[in-house]
């Protein structure tokens, strides 16, 4: 692990190992941390916050530190990125996407570094002068998924780093690698020892004693509600500021005047990059019942082609589940929607195609007839599992779309510009894609409406999330007025 700008084992040196779910097999031993390594990193980080060349450095000088690891990472993007497929079995060809967008993501933040300015308020008291100050607030535990580890990692990175504060990043137990390979560009970029640690290890003994931790400020968390609200809940007792970047069970919404063809490529992406496994994940298909069938039809006979196998070959198109635990979930959820009498359409089953090999694979898998009330149709799967259900107008793809705990995400698939932005109105979602699905940058904020989260990533103003504000008053009168009562 990396603590205090120094390579350690855990506390009592136990290790684990990391899975490659494209081979069902171990392929890399993680240092099993504790609550003593939580201590110890959160100690390196306080005190390089309040000591050392970090509090010293201005911000321009952050903003250079944050640019060089840009740099950095665009060299070692490709290898960074096999680490991750290895690590989570996502495919090499959207893994190497990421890690090359997390430079941007980098030289965004270090551009903002020097643009934090306070103001100078006209306040209506005589003989005062009073500014404000915006100022980092100390240590931020960042906890990260396996899905995307190093782009969300990077997502709260970048703006702590640009708003002056210290890390410590607690990474999936399924993909700690490719976050530990970053943290040698982290010591090569420059950064003083203990501005930025990790320490791996799973959420009971690592990521709850972060939380935790006293001298903890802020908890930027992107993982599943469940386990959201459980951090939520001992952030709160320790006073704690959190953002919460959650699950999802967004609807991808065709009309009858959308172009099928693209919408048909809209909604794979939805449901099939990733193998189903992302936030933003289009897992409700509502289709309008004028073009239902031939919808559908087209749909099922364009995924019929999609290609399985090795993600590290550019061929693939639908890789294996990151982990034994969430292949078993999926399928899990597979048998509830046949319980609940959902029609499968296509899959429904584990892949046994020779390609998919000893990997940790399931069928891309299709339910028609889906009511909105069934669980399959509520409840986050993180897989290649699409719930499809028809609506008549629009009024009634608002209500089914909405009617879910989750607002991460929605798609609309429309040429009508009076539609398109009505939906985008009424749609209760922190997303809304027209006519496209999973665009996403540095520069526009991204997260959740209610149990997807709260707080957001990306776009300049999001920076404010790391910093705080102070007010200073100055009296520029040579008297100090009666004491005993507030100017
Ligand atoms: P998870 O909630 O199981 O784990 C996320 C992280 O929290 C891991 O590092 C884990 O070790 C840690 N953790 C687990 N229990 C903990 C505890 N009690 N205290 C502290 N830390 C704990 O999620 P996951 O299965 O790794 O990831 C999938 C989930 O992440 C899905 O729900 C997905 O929608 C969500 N996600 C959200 C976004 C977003 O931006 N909104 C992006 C990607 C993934």
């Known amino acids: 692990m990396y603590i205090g700008g120094r390579w350690v084992d855990a ?182 020892p203990g501005v930025v640690n990790v320490v791996t290890g799973f959420g009971a003994q690592v990521g709850m004693p972060l939380v935790e931790h006293p001298l903890v400020a802020k908890v930027a968390f992107t993982g599943s509600d469940a386990t959201g609200q459980r951090i939520y809940e001992a952030a709160a007792r320790g006073l704690k500021r959190v953002t919460m970047e959650l699950g999802g069970k967004s609807p991808n919404i065709v009309f009858d005047d959308a172009d099928l063809d693209n919408a048909v490529k809209g909604v794979v992406s939805g449901i099939l990059a990733a193998t189903g496994q992302t936030c933003v994940a289009g897992s409700r298909l509502l289709v309008q019942q004028s073009v239902h069938d031939e919808f559908v039809e087209k749909l099922i006979a364009f995924v019929k082609t999609a290609r399985m196998g090795d993600p590290m070959s550019l061929e693939t198109q639908v890789g294996p589940i990151a982990n034994k635990a969430q292949l078993e979930k999926i399928l899990k959820y597979i048998d509830i929607a046949r319980s609940e009498h959902a029609t499968l359409a296509l899959g429904g089953t584990r892949a046994s195609r020779p390609e998919c090999g000893d990997g940790w694979f399931v069928e891309p898998t299709i339910f028609t007839g889906v009511k909105n009330s069934m669980r399959i149709a509520q409840e986050e799967v993180f897989g290649p599992v699409l719930s499809i259900m028809p609506f008549k107008d629009e009024e009634e793809a608002v209500a089914i779309g909405n009617d879910v705990v989750y607002g991460l995400a929605a798609g609309v698939w429309t040429q009508n510009i009076r539609r398109a932005l009505t939906m985008a109105d009424r749609l209760q979602a922190g997303t809304v894609w027209v006519n496209t699905y999973r665009a996403n940058s540095y520069m526009s904020p991204f997260g959740g409406y209610k149990r997807s989260g709260f707080g957001r990533e990306g776009g300049k103003d999001m920076i404010a999330e790391y910093l705080q504000t102070k007010s200073v008053w100055i009296s520029t009168s040579t008297d100090v007025p009666n004491p005993f009562i507030q100017r």
């Open 11 to 192: 506390d009592g040196g136990g290790r684990f190992e990391s899975d490659n779910p494209y081979t069902g097999k171990p392929w890399a031993l993680i240092p099993r941390g504790n609550a003593a390594d939580v201590d110890r990193a959160v100690q390196a980080a306080r005190t390089a916050f309040t000591a050392g060349d970090w509090p010293k450095l201005n911000a321009s000088r952050r903003g250079v530190l944050l640019r060089t690891l840009g740099d950095l990472v665009t060299e070692k993007s490709k290898a960074l990125a096999e680490i991750e497929v290895r690590d989570n079995g996502k495919l090499y060809a959207e893994m190497s996407g990421q890690t090359a967008y997390m430079a941007p993501w980098l030289h965004y933040y270090a551009g903002l570094a020097d643009k934090i300015e306070g103001s100078v308020i006209p306040v209506d008291k005589p003989d005062m002068f009073n500014y404000t100050r915006s100022e980092p607030l100390g240590v931020v535990a960042a906890i990260v998924p396996w899905n995307s580890p190093l782009l969300l990692a990077t997502w709260k990175l970048a703006p702590a780093l640009a708003a002056g504060n210290t890390v410590v990043i607690k990474p999936s137990e399924y993909t700690s690698a490719s976050v530990l390979e970053f943290m040698k560009l982290i010591e090569d970029a420059g950064f003083p």
